[in-house]
């Protein structure tokens, strides 16, 4: 039996293993920090190709090294099989299917190289969502496994029930089938996550979740970025078929006025942002800034670029826009500026390639968000109060976007021709309603109330930092 001071010299570690994308390592980041603030051993690991593509907006480090740290958090690296100049997003499919293989040997070799200390005792590995495998790695070492969900708890509830063959969802005899779920609203087919849809052409994602919910029973605890406030009718309702402990919101402390509690920001940036927009945003009055951005993946059409612009710009509203200088640009001209409108309204509004995002949604200048509804702006925007136009595109997004009209009442969703895609009058007619509208007060009083709620969930005692609290004493006795 282990004396008493061998026992107080054990250091309890946790290992965060993640698919290599912005949106998926920061939320995990994130947890990690609020980890080691309950006294917890964190490293985070990635595939190689995070160390070489994303720069880090904190501390140096990392670049040249194979393990190294950020903040308290230790990072580690492992290979995916491929050289850096391969183009994993061109080849989804077959990327996806070599990381499933050659990522459980190569995390296997990086558990056995870190943890042979007797007194390092990795407690639990906590995954996210596109690295399902993690879980059958844990299985064959014996260490306890947690998910961290990453998307919305009422995502979950979909997803669940779908691959679960739980209810009926539309198919391509029944297309416009409504979806009735507990915990949430009568879901319309335009409703729901792309993935689940008869149209989907999406092909490695929905396999992924295939394998993600088959293996959940393996995990012993799912935890998620959201927090019980915020959507506690559907995480009630998962209670009994797999209980789920939101643990959000995972957003800078800074953003749910933590930024005084010794918790640090820690996060990747895929891509350099322009700071000066914050001095730009500071000559503005205050709630008078449309800001728009479509997240990291995104690049809207020509068309749907030519509709913002118009009704920006027919707005004469100060507005900011995030353009991201498109990856591979393409001879429709998708995510580009429209001619001449950088020219005609540059006394109006300001264009950025990237932007301190969460800073920005903090400024008092800014009056609503024109988003696409990705989880990560969701919950910021969420953090800082701010309505939102939501104009979504694919994924959890159409969700997300429901959440926001039909529960959350924080804004309104942006209407469409039959193949999706939104016109100028359309823009205009939001902006003018989110910021005047008969229903503006209401918008506003509902972000401010759920900001508030956000503030209290991760405060100390409470409802997502009791999660963590009962996480870390349930992972150091198991
Ligand atoms: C992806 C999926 O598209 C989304 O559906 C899913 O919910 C999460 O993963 P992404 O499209 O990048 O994410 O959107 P989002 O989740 O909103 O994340 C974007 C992140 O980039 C946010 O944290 C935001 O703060 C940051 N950002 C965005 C910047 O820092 N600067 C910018 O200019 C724009």
């Not at 209670?239 to 643990?247: A, F, G, K, N, T």
Request: charged share 20%; net charge negative; aromatic share 8%.
């Amino acid at each position: 039996m282990a004396s008493k001071e061998e026992k107080e010299a054990v250091h309890h570690h946790v290992l965060m293993v993640s698919f290599s994308a912005q949106g998926h390592i920061n939320p995990l980041l994130k947890l990690g920090i609020r980890l080691v603030s309950k006294g917890l051993h964190v490293t985070l690991a990635t595939t190689e190709v995070a160390q070489d593509r994303m720069f880090k907006s904190f501390a140096a480090a990392a670049a040249t090294t194979t393990i190294s740290s950020v903040s308290d958090i230790q990072l580690a690296f492992f290979s995916d099989g491929f050289d850096m100049d391969y183009d994993r997003k061109a080849n989804l499919d077959h990327y996806m299917e070599t990381l499933g293989k050659v990522g459980p040997i190569n995390l296997s070799k990086l558990i056995q190289q870190h943890y042979h200390d007797k007194q390092k005792k990795l407690c639990c590995i906590i995954s996210n969502p596109f690295v399902p495998w993690v879980a059958d790695v844990a299985v064959e070492h014996g260490i306890p496994c947690a998910m961290l969900w990453i998307q919305p708890c009422s995502l979950f509830t979909i997803y669940y029930r779908f691959y679960n063959n739980l209810n009926q969802f539309p198919t391509l005899e029944k297309p416009d089938l409504t979806v009735e779920l507990p915990g949430l609203p009568i879901l319309n087919p335009q409703d729901l996550p792309s993935f689940v849809l008869p149209s989907n052409p999406f092909g490695s994602l929905p396999k992924l979740f295939i394998e993600l919910f088959s293996n959940m029973k393996k995990h012993n605890w799912v935890l998620a970025n959201s927090f019980l406030e915020l959507e506690k009718e559907a995480i009630d309702s998962m209670s009994e078929l797999c209980p789920i402990r939101p643990v959000g919101p995972l957003v800078p402390p800074s953003l749910l006025g933590q930024d005084h509690e010794n918790l640090f920001d820690v996060g990747i940036q895929l891509r350099k942002p322009e700071d000066s927009c914050l001095e730009w945003l500071s000559n503005q009055a205050d709630s008078s800034v449309i800001y728009v951005s479509f997240g990291s993946i995104i690049d809207l059409s020509a068309k749907e670029m030519e509709a913002i612009a118009t009704a920006l710009k027919n707005s004469k509203r100060p507005f900011l826009w995030v353009v991201k200088k498109p990856e591979f640009p393409t001879a429709d001209k998708s995510g580009e500026i429209p001619q001449g409108f950088f020219e005609e309204t540059k006394k109006q509004g300001l264009i950025v390639s990237w932007c301190p995002q969460t800073k920005v949604l903090a400024h008092p200048a800014i009056a609503c968000f024109i988003t696409h509804c990705g989880w990560n702006s969701m919950l910021e925007t969420i953090s800082a109060g701010v309505p939102v136009i939501a104009y979504p595109q694919w994924s959890d997004q159409p969700t997300n976007a429901m959440l926001v009209s039909d529960v959350f009442k924080i804004g309104s969703r942006l209407g469409t021709n039959e193949d999706g895609v939104v016109n100028s009058e359309e823009v205009e007619k939001c902006i003018e309603e989110i910021i005047h509208g008969v229903k503006s007060e209401e918008y506003k009083k509902n972000a401010m109330e759920l900001k508030l709620a956000a503030r209290e969930a991760v405060a100390g005692g409470g409802s997502s930092d009791r999660n963590i609290q009962l996480f870390v004493e349930e992972i150091i006795g198991s």
